[in-house]
Structure formats: structure tokens, C-alpha cells
């Protein structure tokens, strides 16, 4: 699953997943953004492995805010703004053949 999202005056966030027994995994984030350190990338996606496909953007945003230490700097990109990337890739609906 596949979705993108232009955070309002910030940043390209994309979202590659899978839902596996109704749990997110292989969640890989990537986008136009900036993190620091590096490292807080990793931290995300962790954070978002293994929740519901259900989950909503408040909850979704405070499993990835709850994983960053407080020193994490970001750009053009927040909690909020993932939440909701994972939310369009979860409901995503691939363009039907018209024919």
C-alpha cells in the first residue's frame, strides 16, 4: 500500500506498507523532509510496525511521537502529518480500469 501526503507549507511525507493479519508492517517513511538525527527514521517506523490498520490519526500520531527522544529535530514533517500518509495508504484505492 501506498500513500502520500503535502504536509500544509512543509514537506513531500510518503508511506510504503503492508497490513498482515490487520497489523501494519514493512512500513518504510520517506518523503522531502529532514529528521536528526538519522536514526529517528528507524524510530518511526518501528513505532508504526504492528498497529492496527484500524488505528486512527490521533493514535497513529502519538505512537510515532512517543518513539522519538525529545532531542529529535524535525522539517517540514510531523506526527500529525505521518498519521495521516498512513491513513491514505491504508485507504488507498488504486485507479479502476474504465474499460
Same mark, same amino acid.
Given at each position: 500500500?501506498?500513500?502520500?501526503?503535502?504536509?500544509?507549507?512543509?514537506? &513531500?511525507?510518503?508511506?510504503? &506498507?503492508?497490513?498482515?493479519?490487520?497489523?501494519? /508492517?514493512?512500513?518504510?517513511?520517506?518523503?522531502? =523532509? =529532514?529528521?536528526?538525527? *538519522?536514526?529517528? &527514521?528507524?524510530?518511526?517506523? +518501528? /513505532?508504526?510496525?504492528?498497529?492496527?490498520?484500524?488505528?486512527?490519526?490521533?493514535?497513529?500520531?502519538? +505512537?510515532?511521537?512517543? /518513539? &522519538?527522544?525529545? *532531542?529529535?529535530?524535525?522539517?517540514?514533517?510531523?506526527?500529525?502529518?505521518?498519521?495521516?500518509?498512513?491513513?491514505? /495508504?491504508?485507504?488507498?484505492?488504486?485507479?479502476?480500469?474504465?474499460?
Amino acid at each position: 500500500m501506498h500513500g502520500e501526503y503535502k504536509m500544509p507549507a512543509g514537506k &513531500l511525507i510518503v508511506i510504503d &506498507l503492508d497490513v498482515q493479519n490487520g497489523l501494519l /508492517a514493512g512500513v518504510r517513511l520517506s518523503g522531502d =523532509f =529532514f529528521l536528526e538525527p *538519522d536514526s529517528a &527514521l528507524q524510530r518511526i517506523n +518501528a /513505532a508504526l510496525e504492528g498497529q492496527s490498520e484500524h488505528a486512527d490519526e490521533a493514535r497513529l500520531a502519538l +505512537a510515532v511521537r512517543e /518513539a &522519538l527522544p525529545a *532531542d529529535v529535530m524535525m522539517y517540514g514533517i510531523s506526527p500529525e502529518a505521518i498519521a495521516v500518509t498512513v491513513r491514505r /495508504a491504508v485507504h488507498w484505492d488504486p485507479p479502476r480500469d474504465s474499460h
